[in-house]
């Protein structure tokens, strides 16, 4: 199960990898990001992707709050923009991304707000350019010692960019915009705790061109989702918990009959068991497994998955940093002919200092998206695949200013090609520059 007050960190993500047909240190990363509803990433330690910021050397006092501004710019060349067998379509292109974090220094509560985006420039492909940004701020209120309250509120727009898990076929990309709230209280009674939390995320969808036939048109893919979860966990020794946590969610579309005569209105519950545990301040590990179902309002047709996860930031080496990204879900489908599938993601990103100035970035990430057929659909189950990887240098010509290669491969392979499933390879190579404060 994950912690849900990590909108901002699904969001600071957002600001390095912003679009998937630009190139990311964090394949892993990236495609969880591709895959994940709002709030329902884990809670991994800022930044998720791309390069690490040192607290220690960089950020700007204001007040009683310190601010973190980070720019990113990568120019290269894409060789299938929009992830076709053939004709493969190259063209160079910019990435300008933004991102900011302003973060409280108290000594009790806490506030944070993170802003940033992502723009985009094809220079053989404008259809594909792209801008995609966030907002968000969350926040815990002390109650008493091991008591207290969080909130978070945030506004994101992104691209659904050709080529990654679960999108509509378009000459030009889907925008989808969401708002995520949540609430949340947690309390610990000397070796025992509780968590529990509620979670609203409004999804709105704009499409940009004609889409292809069995794809669903933005009107009918609008939808809230909710959800409700309590984590119950027990101390067994220092540093190591063992929790169990139940929930419940209900995902309710703006169109009841959807534009192809379906009701698409379904309810869902989960049961995972899991630990966490903290080796040291660096390297920590929470992994869970579990059963979810999600069940159709209208005819009862129900697909049930077992479920599991591991995030976390693994550092027994000092100079190499391991963060795995595995989970496991049941999400909604962007298809007329199935409901929803089943996303399974597993991937793996690391940072290594090589020498001084010198840090290796990359990783990568695999996941497979099981589709379940509408009832009476006439076709078959179908099964997609996708696979990134990424290796790449930065060189650090002072703490503040990084600068290097990244080279990333990534392929889509699906059982059903013939019905819109993918079938390609794309190689991504550039040039980044990292700037910090």
């Given at each position: 199960?994950?912690?849900?007050?990590?909108?901002?960190?699904?969001?600071?993500?957002?600001?390095?990898?912003?679009?998937?047909?630009?190139?990311?240190?964090?394949?892993?990363?990236?495609?969880?990001?591709?895959?994940?509803?709002?709030?329902?990433?884990?809670?991994?330690?800022?930044?998720?992707?791309?390069?690490?910021?040192?607290r220690n050397e960089i950020g700007i006092a204001v007040g009683a709050f310190t601010l973190y501004p980070t720019l990113e710019v990568q120019g290269g060349y894409d060789s299938n923009?929009?992830?076709?067998?053939?004709?493969?379509?190259?063209?160079?292109?910019?990435?300008?991304?933004?991102?900011?974090?302003?973060?409280?220094?108290?000594?009790?509560?806490?506030?944070?707000?993170?802003?940033?985006?992502?723009?985009?420039?094809?220079?053989?492909?404008?259809?594909?350019?792209?801008?995609?940004?966030?907002?968000?701020?969350?926040?815990?209120?002390?109650?008493?010692?091991?008591?207290?309250?969080?909130?978070?509120?945030?506004?994101?727009?992104?691209?659904?960019?050709?080529?990654?898990?679960?999108?509509?076929?378009?000459?030009?990309?889907?925008?989808?915009?969401?708002?995520?709230?949540?609430?949340?209280?947690?309390?610990?009674?000397?070796?025992?705790?509780?968590?529990?939390?509620?979670?609203?995320?409004?999804?709105?969808?704009?499409?940009?061109?004609?889409?292809?036939?069995?794809?669903?048109?933005?009107?009918?893919?609008?939808?809230?989702?909710?959800?409700?979860?309590?984590?119950?966990?027990?101390?067994?020794?220092?540093?190591?918990?063992?929790?169990?946590?139940?929930?419940?969610?209900?995902?309710?579309?703006?169109?009841?009959?959807?534009?192809?005569?379906?009701?698409?209105?379904?309810?869902?519950?989960?049961?995972?068991?899991?630990?966490?545990?903290?080796?040291?301040?660096?390297?920590?590990?929470?992994?869970?497994?579990?059963?979810?179902?999600?069940?159709?309002?209208?005819?009862?047709?129900?697909?049930?998955?077992?479920?599991?996860?591991?995030?976390?930031?693994?550092?027994?080496?000092?100079?190499?940093?391991?963060?795995?990204?595995?989970?496991?879900?049941?999400?909604?489908?962007?298809?007329?002919?199935?409901?929803?599938?089943?996303?399974?993601?597993?991937?793996?990103?690391?940072?290594?200092?090589?020498?001084?100035?010198?840090?290796?970035?990359?990783?990568?990430?695999?996941?497979?998206?099981?589709?379940?057929?509408?009832?009476?659909?006439?076709?078959?189950?179908?099964?997609?695949?996708?696979?990134?990887?990424?290796?790449?240098?930065?060189?650090?010509?002072?703490?503040?200013?990084?600068?290097?290669?990244?080279?990333?491969?990534?392929?889509?392979?699906?059982?059903?090609?013939?019905?819109?499933?993918?079938?390609?390879?794309?190689?991504?190579?550039?040039?980044?520059?990292?700037?910090?404060?």
């Open positions: 199960m994950w912690s849900p007050l990590v909108g901002w960190v699904l969001l600071a993500c957002g600001g390095s990898i912003v679009h998937a047909q630009s190139e990311t240190s964090s394949p892993a990363a990236q495609i969880l990001l591709e895959q994940t509803p709002l709030v329902d990433l884990p809670d991994l330690p800022v930044p998720m992707v791309g390069p690490v910021i040192d923009v929009y992830a076709t067998t053939t004709p493969a379509v190259g063209s160079p292109f910019t990435v300008v991304k933004p991102f900011v974090e302003l973060k409280s220094e108290w000594l009790n509560h806490s506030f944070r707000m993170v802003a940033g985006g992502g723009f985009g420039f094809y220079s053989n492909a404008s259809s594909q350019n792209f801008w995609n940004g966030y907002a968000i701020a969350d926040g815990r209120l002390d109650i008493q010692r091991d008591f207290f309250a969080t909130a978070l509120v945030g506004v994101r727009r992104q691209t659904e960019a050709l080529g990654t898990p679960n999108t509509v076929i378009a000459s030009s990309p889907t925008v989808v915009d969401s708002i995520p709230i949540e609430l949340g209280l947690y309390q610990r009674f000397n070796r025992f705790f509780y968590d529990l939390k509620a979670s609203a995320t409004r999804y709105r969808y704009s499409d940009n061109s004609i889409i292809y036939d069995g794809s669903l048109p933005a009107a009918s893919r609008n939808r809230t989702e909710f959800e409700e979860r309590v984590r119950f966990g027990y101390e067994i020794i220092e540093d190591i918990d063992v929790w169990v946590s139940p929930g419940l969610n209900q995902r309710i579309y703006e169109q009841f009959i959807n534009a192809y005569g379906q009701e698409r209105d379904s309810t869902g519950w989960f049961l995972n068991f899991g630990t966490t545990i903290r080796f040291t301040e660096k390297t920590s590990l929470e992994g869970y497994v579990g059963y979810t179902t999600q069940t159709f309002v209208s005819d009862g047709a129900a697909t049930p998955a077992v479920s599991f996860g591991l995030i976390g930031t693994w550092n027994g080496y000092e100079p190499l940093t391991i963060r795995p990204s595995f989970i496991r879900s049941i999400n909604e489908s962007a298809y007329s002919n199935y409901q929803n599938y089943v996303s399974t993601t597993l991937g793996i990103d690391f940072t290594y200092d090589i020498h001084d100035a010198w840090q290796l970035v990359g990783g990568t990430g695999f996941n497979i998206a099981q589709y379940s057929p509408v009832p009476g659909s006439g076709v078959g189950p179908r099964t997609d695949y996708f696979w990134r990887a990424s290796l790449g240098l930065l060189y650090s010509l002072r703490p503040q200013l990084q600068i290097g290669p990244l080279y990333e491969h990534s392929t889509g392979s699906s059982t059903d090609v013939a019905s819109g499933g993918p079938s390609y390879t794309r190689d991504v190579i550039s040039i980044r520059l990292v700037a910090k404060r």
